[in-house]
């Protein structure tokens, strides 16, 4: 398995998606943001399993961003007895992302979601998951549209991508 700062030499060479690393702690994540915003991302405390009120699991992920001095807020509602595997738009019933960067004398919007438009995407893989301590491991990748307020200047893409393992 790819460890630490390997793996986010390796996202940035390749551009893939995160690989998953056995070696990170609980709620740990590793990998990047590419697009308008490049630069690697490492959180002590990113990523977390949470019961909703209706029993329903879900993947939550508050994904800091220091040049865009945000934080990108994931979730992704995986059923009531959710297993390893493969993930995505198609296979879930919610998901959402969404981040706010203030690009003054506007804002920028990174948004997607199922209820987004446009909706983006994402790939969720879960290698390993407690529902009972609501702990996860796995890798995601996440493609949100940059959406600028106002006369932001956002960058000259339309597209950011999240690249993470957790």
Known sequence: MIRGILALGALAACGGTAAPDAGLADGACVGTLSGNLAEPISAAECAALVREGDGQLALRLDIPSAVAATTFGVEIELG??????????????????????????????????????????????????????????????????????????????DTETISIAF
């Open 80 to 157: 009531p007895a959710p297993a390893v595997g493969a993930y995505g738009p198609a296979t879930v019933t919610a998901w959402s992302a969404l981040a706010l960067r203030d690009a003054a004398p506007g804002t920028c919007v990174y948004r997607a979601g199922a209820t987004a438009v446009p909706a983006g995407s994402f790939a969720l893989t879960l290698d390993a998951l407690d529902a009972g301590t609501l702990t996860a491991h796995g890798s995601l990748e996440v493609v949100l549209y940059v959406l600028a307020v106002t006369t932001a200047n956002c960058g000259p893409g």
